[in-house]
């Protein structure tokens, strides 16, 4: 799934498999370009993320999170992401500001936490398997690697193409892969 979105991050990939569970990246170094590599975990290892995008407001984030105890490791913005979630939960989002998705296992909990920015600058798609596994990703083409996801067109978004010029709301082209809404997140 990772090979086929190597145009949106050339400098480096990374995996992360957790039994069932595998989030993967490909990343275009902007910030911290040596210590930035993902997936990125926090401290004891009970998250771990993978992120596109910008967190804007990283450099407040990370001393008031350290004055809560937490130890960061690179000057990410990536790893502000995680520090936030184990501080405040799912509430982290209020807390970063800037234009993201990002995917966060929470090992301890077993949880997977997916997010997308207020504005929907950077795009999430999903989509769930007959077999019930959740498949997303930052471009359809992705998910499409995946061998239970089907490429059917879906004739809904295909008509309000034709007719708008775009696909509205969280539809897709492709039936059954939903883009995630602006400001919205899925656990």
């Known amino acids: 799934m990772c090979r086929v979105i190597t145009h949106r991050g ?3 990939q990374g995996t992360m498999v957790d039994g069932g569970v595998a989030l ?16 990125i975990s926090g401290c004891g ?3 771990t993320v993978v992120f596109n ?14 004055a809560r105890g937490h130890h960061f490791h690179t000057h990410s913005d990536t790893e502000a992401i995680v520090h936030a979630y184990e501080e405040y939960g799912l509430d982290c989002l209020e807390h970063l500001r800037g234009m993201f998705a990002f995917a966060l ?3 301890q909990e077993r949880r997977l936490f997916i997010a997308r920015d207020r504005v ?6 999903y989509t769930l398997t007959p077999e019930g596994t959740l498949v997303f990703g930052s471009e359809l083409k992705s998910l499409l ?5 089907k490429r059917e067109i879906n004739v809904k978004a295909l008509d309000a193409y034709l007719t708008f010029g775009y696909v509205p709301d969280s539809l897709s082209i492709f ?3 939903q883009k995630l809404p602006p400001g919205h997140y899925l656990t």
């Open 145 to 149: 690697e995946h061998p239970q996801v």
């Open 53 to 66: 995008g910008e967190i804007y407001n990283y450099r407040e984030l990370q001393p008031e999170l350290e």
């Open 24 to 39: 993967g990246m490909r990343r275009l170094s902007i910030i911290d370009l040596a210590g930035g590599q993902q997936p």
């Open 105 to 107: 296992w929470d090992q």
């Open 175 to 177: 039936q059954g892969v």
């Open 45 to 47: 290892g009970r998250a």
């Open 120 to 125: 929907g600058k950077k795009p999430l798609y």
């Open 10 to 12: 050339p400098d480096d």
